[in-house]
């Protein structure tokens, strides 16, 4: 046999084994690897979900007891009935989780990561030959787009359907008891009526000013020295007055010094439900779902007179459910660096602190922009989109303060 030829098959072979126990290491090593990342993803996708959902429960808290539980107990003080007070709270939750969401995906992710980095875990991470932006990011950002998902579900489906049954529930409330709306030296806006009201006790007014307008557009100005309120009892009346001294002045809209006074010794005045509600089909563009704005946006579009104002208002709407719902991814990202950067000592402190001022300075930012937007006619996309692209160039600005770190 020839030796040489044997020798170069051996090791052949030889070569061979190592080439297969070669890739069967990269191979092993790889499944290590993507087993470590899976067990490093589940991990911080757990962090992440615990702090968001206690941070949930405490933002919902808040907002429930500053927007709901004030009004409920005035509601309990006119005598209404303890289960319309139930409802009226039930159709309430959409608008309280709708504002709890965003803010629960900012501070509960400031927490968790500033909790990882003052505990180490970042540093174990980098020590490991991991990198905390690529293995953090991408759940931080998955998490943010579907708390944003579930927020613009309840912002486009959940809120509108709950104000309009909240609305149905109140105008059934204030038929059985009027007193709802009527308090001692307050001013009520009903719509496009004003009622100014003098000493209330029992269910007698001393003094009340009625201003609204007649059918013919004229200003009508209706005043009585005594009055007593009583329960509707005709449909779509929501209230009566029972006046004592009442004068009835009414301005002619074409002849400034043209009018008409009107005395009685005794009056009745029917408020009808339509006070209370939004003449423009009653249905306000925040009881609407994005796809109803649209097309009324459109309508509004087609007519050749329509007004600016009433058209920037649905335009705002439209753009708010989706910049407060979209709000939370923006939030996610700006969590990261932040908690990164300043969490390395007392993160979870520190991320509680700067997660509540960022939520107070962000809420302000919106309605600020959305007051000007409704009453200075600031386009409103921009009026609801400004803020969040001031959160996401404040997340690129300590996104790439930290990449630098």
Known sequence: ????????????????????????????????????????????????????????????????????????????????????????????????ISQTAPFAVLTGFLMCLGRMNSDNEILILRASGQNPRSVILIPVLIIGLIVSVFSF?????????????????????????????????????????????????NSSISDIVFLDRDDEGNQRIIIAKKSSVDTA??????????????SIFVLDKKDENDYNLITADKMRMNIFESSFIDPMTGVSPNEMTTYDIHKEIKKIKQQEDYQKETLNQYVIEFNKKYALSFGALFFAFLALPLALIFGKQNGVFIGLIVGVLISVLYWSLIWIFMLAGYRNGLNGFLAMWIPNFVIGAAGLGFYSVMVKQ
């Open 1 to 96: 046999m020839d030796f040489e030829k044997i020798k170069e098959t051996a090791i052949q072979k030889f070569f061979l084994i190592l080439a297969f126990l070669k890739r069967k290491y990269i191979g092993l090593k790889f499944r290590y690897r993507m087993y470590k990342t899976n067990y490093l993803v589940r991990y911080i996708v757990k962090e992440l979900l615990i702090y968001f959902f206690v941070m949930f429960l405490f933002y919902f808290l808040v907002f429930f007891v500053n927007q709901i539980l004030v009004m409920m107990l005035k509601l309990l003080g006119k005598n209404l009935p303890f289960w319309d007070v139930v409802l009226l709270m039930f159709y309430s939750i959409p608008s309280i």
């Open 153 to 201: 579900f309840v912002n486009d489906f959940l809120l509108p359907a709950g104000l309009i049954k909240y609305k149905e529930q109140y105008l059934i409330s204030i038929s059985r008891n009027p007193f709802i709306e009527i308090e001692s030296n307050t001013v009520k806006h009903l719509n496009e009526n004003t009622i100014v009201t003098g000493e209330v006790k």
């Open 233 to 246: 009892e005709e449909n779509g009346v929501s209230m009566q007055l029972n006046m004592n001294d009442a």
